[in-house]
């Protein structure tokens, strides 16, 4: 079957002041939608491929016809990264984890305001379009930044980075432009307020 784009799981105006509702809507609705599209394009008549689900499909990349290993691996990624993402983003969120995940952060970085100084870092030092991950790699807590619409998922050999992640942040300019500018850095800075720790936590179970 062919992927479908995902609802967004609140309003598009939900996590004003922090992300804009007119950055949502083209984000999701046209950005977004347009991976989703173009996956399906390539994909399209091989039910081998289509049979997977999205993170099957970029988690083995070496299985795709190397025609279209490209399309498969920028706008399955892409696909891929922003359904991950707008689960962990919500209204009325923000603060700090708390239980198992707030005690492995702090002992991986020393603690929440350490954890979130080294992963703005790793955002913005990203040179161009890419994304900065929270991985559960071999059971400990990693920070870890990929290019474009690369994804942990697709291992060290394709995309530098591996494990499993649990949190993701979006840092290409369309996710940010409209209200920030040229700010990537105050753009991150925002996003805390908006992060859904209890989701995080629920990908570091799954990933535990």
Known sequence: MAYELPPLP??????????????????????????????????????????KSVEQLIGKLDAVPADIRGAVRN????????????????????????????????AAFGGFDAFKEKFEAAAVSRFGSGWAWLVVNHGKLEIVSTANQDSPLMGKAVSGAEGAPILGVDVWEHAYYLKY????????????????????????????
């Open 10 to 51: 609140y309003p598009k105006n939900a996590l004003e002041p922090h992300i804009d509702a007119q950055t949502m809507e083209i984000h999701h609705d046209k950005h977004h939608a347009a991976y989703v599209t173009n996956v399906n394009k390539a994909i399209a008549g091989k039910a081998d491929l289509e049979s």
């Open 75 to 106: 706008n399955g990624g892409g696909h891929a990264n922003h359904s991950f993402f707008w689960k962990l983003l919500g209204p009325k969120a923000g603060g700090a984890p708390s239980g198992k995940l707030a005690d492995e952060i702090k």
């Open 181 to 208: 500018q040229n700010r990537r850095a105050e753009y991150l800075k925002a996003i805390w307020n908006v992060v859904n720790w209890a989701g995080v936590a629920r990908n570091r179970d799954a990933a535990k």
